[in-house]
């Protein structure tokens, strides 16, 4: 490939990623909107004490469409839900990000995260006496000082580095940078083993890149400390290592449920993750 046909992939891949993360974004604040309108709702017409919000954070080479099966079942159960534009550029950034959101909506909160996003929940949610439960779904509890790739790489069992498909990119000031995608052909077996071939080919499609140096971003707080959390281990996951999502729940002194599911567990299984939300908002009232 020429080196114009390079620099044109680049820009494009580069633009489409930013087009992207700004209409999830949009899509996220008018969630809001709605979550709080519910709320109100919630609270009008029950007993005056109303059912937390649900806030989603999705993870690395997924977005918000990833907790669709979730969102449906929690709306049907009554719960206001926001599922936020994660901009997977590092979890002191993504935790900023999520906390415009968490500062805007009302009332008792309960955060999940899958993923990267558990590194991202950790942060946001530190010293927030209305967040009232920690969820993570086959995700990073980090401690302070670790990050994301230290912890998937103490233990055998992820396939991740042999599946990416690295982008090199220009970032607006600049500076140059590497963006992560798994490569579409892979995607179902790394990520979606136990999802429909029509929904992975959907997801390895409209996937969202992480910047690499996210994944090597250290943590430098950890609301699990103090905050009760629940963990979901995936027992087929070739992502996060069970053994290191195992060690990190047993850390947090989550109430752990291992599933028998691939890493994209909120796709294959919303069931079971939806229940276990809701015995975090249970708790949380």
């Known amino acids: 490939m020429s080196n114009v046909k390079r620099a044109s992939k680049r820009r494009i891949l580069t633009g489409?990623?930013?087009?992207?993360?700004?209409?999830?974004?949009?899509?996220?604040?008018a969630l809001v909107g709605n979550?709080?309108?519910d709320t109100d709702a919630?609270?009008?017409?029950?007993?005056?004490?109303?059912?937390?919000?649900?806030?989603?954070?999705?993870?690395?080479?997924?977005?918000?469409?990833?907790?669709?099966?979730?969102?449906?079942r929690l709306h049907a159960d009554g719960y206001p839900v926001v599922a936020a534009a994660n901009p997977l550029r590092g979890p002191h950034t993504d935790?900023?990000?999520?906390?415009?959101?968490?500062d805007h909506i009302k009332g008792p909160k309960i955060l999940v995260g899958h993923s990267y996003g558990g590194s991202v929940i950790s942060e946001a949610a530190a010293n927030d006496p209305e967040v009232k439960g920690l969820v993570y779904v086959a995700a990073f509890?980090?401690?302070?000082?670790?990050?994301?790739?230290?912890?998937?790489?103490?233990?055998?069992?992820?396939?991740?580095?042999?599946?990416?498909?690295?982008?090199?990119?220009?970032?607006?000031?600049?500076?140059?940078?590497?963006?992560?995608y798994i490569q579409q052909d892979?995607?179902?077996?790394?990520?979606?083993?136990?999802?429909?071939k029509t929904k992975a080919a959907l997801a390895a499609a409209g996937q969202c890149p992480i910047a690499q140096s996210a994944l090597e971003e250290k943590a430098t707080v950890a609301a699990w400390k103090t905050i009760p959390s629940w963990d979901i281990v995936t027992m087929q996951d070739l992502n996060i290592p069970p053994a290191a999502q195992r060690f990190m729940a047993k850390r947090a002194?989550?109430?752990t449920t291992a599933v028998a599911a691939s890493h994209s567990v909120a796709v294959s299984h919303p069931g079971i993750v939806t229940r276990v939300i809701e015995e975090a908002a249970h708790a949380a009232r």
Request: glycine share 10%; no cysteine.
């Open 186 to 196: 892979k995607f179902r077996h790394q990520f979606a083993a136990d999802v429909s």
């Open 35 to 37: 979550a709080n309108a």
């Open 95 to 102: 935790a900023t990000a999520l906390r415009s959101v968490l």
């Open 42 to 72: 919630a609270r009008s017409a029950g007993n005056g004490q109303a059912k937390p919000t649900i806030l989603l954070e999705h993870g690395a080479f997924a977005d918000a469409s990833s907790w669709n099966g979730v969102i449906a």
């Open 16 to 29: 489409v990623g930013a087009a992207v993360t700004a209409a999830i974004a949009v899509g996220a604040f």
């Open 253 to 255: 002194h989550a109430r």
């Open 141 to 180: 509890l980090p401690a302070p000082g670790e990050s994301a790739l230290e912890l998937t790489n103490e233990y055998p069992g992820s396939s991740l580095p042999g599946a990416l498909d690295p982008v090199s990119v220009t970032n607006p000031d600049r500076s140059k940078g590497t963006e992560l």
